[in-house]
């Protein structure tokens, strides 16, 4: 059976070169390539797409896996086998000609909607969202579900969330959530002017490498680059490349996404090098991959300890700007609470009401209970009633965000996934390591680390979000620790008592 086992193992591993390559091309198109390689480019990894499509949907392959699924192999390798066999039955249950349709309409969903966000004109945007919607609607048939359409798209970036489950988590949350943002509105409003003086660029790439050393990221598989829009990419084993963006008149912008996107590539550095090209080599959720970064930028980055460590850094870095400040300033600074309109602007607080009033609608659209023509009129309702505020107009209201004219619906859930699963393992971590705050106030992260290594990167896909996190913690999904976190840190920041913000 070792032989059959070896046979899959090749075939996977042409298709993770395959996979290599497109993050590599991914990658360049992002931070290299001259603007005019744009067209060969989207050719080439078309066709990559679809070679890797073929590779994962070929007969050879499942002729393999039906071997190996009653072979009796060990449990690492019958793990292997499971996800490849849930990956496979997911990619043939799609037809062809739906994989095709969907590529061309998000193509042209994608230009439709930069133009109706440039011109605020939603009209322009809504026969090709109403396209995109219908072409999901049928994927999700075909791929089937439990109880609603919207659980066979959930689970392409969240293996097994159901979303009946993660809509109970986020209703509650919001009932929490809404209170705290109503009663920190009600004081006086914080600043963050001390962070939008100039600090020049050369002094904040030496801090975002630094910073990143410090987390324990390794430089000899990895690298950091410049790109509009911050992202991670992990090309390969031992090959991660993270990409940050530098503002001298915002500190926190470069700063924030390099320990965001470092976080991410942690995660990548330490799955297992032995499964590499396997399911057990790859992240096991959106949900998961998230909470590793949020914790890093907000639970260690945004805390007190972190940031006493990080002031002498910026005195030394930007002479004469950090003089007159102390940590408690910069820690105010860093975690002033503002409602804005637009999600990626958000707060640690106000960010998931974003979040889950896109999952709302998503949920509701899918089900065919409200048209795509009723979302700029109920986004902005919710945004009253969740952050009491209203966009000025649908370009940072309903049409702010890219994602939907991919087609991503199911995406947006991962990123509140994340916050909840980060402050869920944080609180594990705070358990078994008494010293790790003093820790972290003098640099000491790796211990950190190391506990995430062992309890979440070292299993690739070999439990499901939801059971991994209850080995690590006790628990599966479960929004408490979450709001108590945001309850304790805001409630001391903003001088309110935690009884004024129960729901
Ligand atoms: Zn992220």
């Not at 499942?62 to 060990?74: C, I, K, T, V, Y």
């Not at 947006?412 to 820790?439: C, H, K, R, V, W």
Request: charged share 25%.
């Amino acid at each position: 059976m070792s032989k059959i086992y070896d046979r899959y193992r090749e075939h996977m591993a042409e298709i993770r070169a395959l996979n290599s390559a497109q993050g590599l091309l991914s990658w360049d198109q992002e931070t290299y390539m001259p603007p005019d390689g744009l067209t060969a480019r989207a050719e080439a990894r078309a066709v990559l797409s679809g070679l890797v499509h073929d590779r994962t949907v070929s007969g050879e392959l499942g002729d393999l896996l039906s071997e190996l699924a009653d072979a009796g192999l060990d449990e690492t390798r019958a793990a292997n086998v499971r996800e490849t066999i849930r990956d496979r039955d997911r990619a043939v249950k799609v037809p062809r000609e739906l994989v095709t349709e969907l590529a061309r309409v998000t193509t042209l969903a994608q230009q439709a909607w930069a133009r109706a966000r440039e011109n605020d004109d939603w009209p322009l945007f809504s026969p090709l969202m109403t396209e995109v919607l219908e072409l999901r609607r049928r994927q999700a048939e075909a791929l089937g579900y439990a109880s609603e359409p919207y659980d066979a798209l959930l689970e392409e970036f969240e293996p097994g969330a159901v979303t009946v489950e993660v809509a109970a988590v986020f209703a509650d949350l919001r009932e929490q959530l809404v209170p705290l943002v109503a009663a920190i509105g009600e004081t006086d409003p914080r600043d963050d002017a001390l962070l939008r003086k100039n600090c020049p660029e050369p002094g904040q790439n030496i801090l975002s490498r630094d910073v990143l050393k410090a987390m324990g990221f390794d430089f000899r598989a990895g690298r950091l680059d410049r790109s509009a829009h911050p992202f991670t990419t992990g090309v390969g084993a031992r090959d991660v490349r993270l990409t940050t963006h530098f503002d001298e008149r915002d500190l926190a912008k470069a700063l924030y996404s390099t320990i965001h996107e470092g976080g991410h590539g942690l995660y990548e550095q330490g799955l297992p090098l032995e499964e590499a090209g396997l399911p057990l080599g790859e992240a096991v959720s959106l949900g998961i991959h998230e909470s590793q970064s949020r914790l890093w930028e907000n639970q260690v980055g945004r805390g007190p300890a972190f940031v006493g460590w990080l002031l002498p850094k910026l005195q030394g870095l930007f002479p004469g700007v950090f003089d007159d400040v102390d940590a408690d300033d910069v820690y105010r600074a860093v975690n002033v609470v503002r409602p804005s309109p637009i999600r990626i602007e958000a707060d640690e607080v106000t960010y998931n009401l974003h979040i889950i009033l896109r999952m709302e609608l998503e949920r509701a659209l899918l089900r065919g209970d409200i048209a795509v023509d009723d979302l700029p009129g109920l986004w902005n309702e919710r945004m009253d009633a969740y952050l009491g505020l209203t966009p000025r107009n649908d370009a940072e209201g309903v049409l702010q965000d890219i994602h939907w004219s991919f087609g991503l619906f199911g995406y947006f859930p991962t990123y509140a996934l994340g916050n909840i699963y980060s402050a869920q393992l944080y609180a594990a971590a705070q358990a078994d390591l008494p010293d790790l705050e003093d820790g972290i106030g003098r640099g000491e992260l790796t211990p950190l680390l190391d506990w995430m290594r062992a309890h979440v990167h070292a299993h690739g896909r070999r439990y499901t979000a939801g059971e991994l996190c209850r080995r690590a913690t006790g628990h599966t999904l479960d929004s408490r620790p979450f709001v108590d976190y945001l309850r304790r840190k805001f409630c001391a920041l903003y001088n309110l008592s935690t009884g004024d913000v129960r729901a």
